[in-house]
């Protein structure tokens, strides 16, 4: 069976087995609060780092890498980045929620509450979107995966893991003062839908810990008049969604960390100093033209 069927049928199925997953989806049963997630439960405590996987699994099938990280940390640049080189689709979890608030359908309302309070959906809604789109890829032929955004629960890597083998997690990691001003520098262009940043990050070195410097990633001027923000992205809810983060998702990196899958990456800047940096972590710099690397 197709992953995004298996997504689906576990999604629904195993939801009556563990006892979290049942009052879950007790609570997703009312209609009021059938997209938002249930409240957080505490992390499990943290363990060691597990020798790291990097195999591709196989050579029959392509990549299926997952990318964590706090809000504004680089997910979807990097993500991206990777999906071209690898030639395989970029499935940012953000992006799929955004495109079914902007169709304006019946759930629109609560859904932009939701998204707009830096709370997460149900489980059970992102996994239908995603299931969605795989099956709209695979439909294309399309095959691997670098997810962005997803798992955010536990509950959703459960899911995952149970029903597919993620060969690879990412763990990106940026300090709290840089993530909140790259997300409140952040800006889209809302014709070409291009993602940019205005902040420029200049942090110090100070008791011992390394500067930082991160160049805004400016528009083009054609792009210059039409840039928006994201209305997740002001202080507060930028500030509650780091919150939820270490509520929801901590647990996740303690997931993946257990099954030897994660890799812990420190951003040492801006994108020409980590791009080259993580080709080299994930050993995939020897594939890269010298001049793509540096740009
Ligand atoms: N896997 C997920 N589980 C639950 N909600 C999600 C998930 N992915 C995205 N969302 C919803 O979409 C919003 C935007 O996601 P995203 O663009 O990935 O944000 P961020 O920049 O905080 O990483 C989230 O705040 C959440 O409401």
Same mark, same amino acid.
């Given at each position: 069976m197709a992953v995004?069927?298996?997504?689906? @049928? ?5 939801a009556? =087995? ?11 049963s ?5 997209l ?5 439960s ?19 099938r392509?990549?299926?890498w997952? @990318?964590?990280?706090c ?5 979807g640049?990097y ?13 940012a ?12 359908g019946?759930?629109?309302?609560q ?16 996994i239908?979107l995603? =299931?969605?789109?795989?099956?709209a890829?695979?439909?294309k ?7 962005d ?17 993620i ?9 709290e ?5 790259k ?5 889209? $262009?809302?014709? $070409?839908?291009?993602n !940019?940043?205005v ?13 930082? !410097? ?14 928006i923000?994201?209305?997740d992205?002001?202080e ?14 901590r647990?996740?990196?303690? @997931? !993946?960390r ?6 812990? @990456? ?5 994108i ?14 020897v ?9």
């Open positions: 995004l069927n298996r997504l689906l @049928f576990t999604a629904r199925t195993t009556t =087995s563990p006892s979290s997953i049942r009052s879950a989806l007790r609570h997703s009312s209609p009021t609060n059938n938002q997630s249930p409240s957080p505490p992390s499990p405590p943290s363990t060691d780092q597990n020798q790291l996987h990097l195999s591709r699994s196989g050579s029959e392509n990549v299926q997952v @990318f964590l990280g809000p504004g940390v680089g997910k640049t993500a991206a980045r990777l999906s071209k080189l690898l030639g395989v689709p970029h499935i979890t953000g992006d799929l929620v955004r495109h079914e608030l902007a169709s304006n019946p759930l629109s309302s859904l932009s509450e939701i998204v707009n309070q830096g709370k997460l959906v149900s489980d059970e809604f992102i239908k995603l =299931s969605k789109r795989l099956e890829g695979e439909a032929g399309e095959s691997g995966f670098i997810l955004g997803f798992p955010r629960t536990l509950r959703q890597a459960e899911i995952l893991e149970g029903v597919t083998d060969d690879l997690v990412i763990n990106l990691k940026l300090r003062e840089a993530l909140i001003a997300c409140l520098g952040r800006r889209i $262009c809302s014709q $070409c839908g291009g !940019y940043n902040a420029c990050i200049d942090i110090k070195s100070e008791n011992g810990l390394p500067g930082m !410097y991160m160049a805004p990633l400016l528009p083009p001027t054609s792009c210059e008049s039409k840039l923000t994201r209305p992205d002001t507060e809810v930028v500030k509650h969604r780091l919150h939820v983060y270490n509520e929801m998702s647990p996740v990196e303690v @997931f !993946y257990n099954r030897g899958k994660l890799l812990e @990456f420190d951003l040492p800047g801006g020409p100093e980590s791009w080259p940096k993580l080709l080299r972590a994930l050993h995939l710099d594939h890269e033209d010298k001049k793509t690397i540096a740009a």
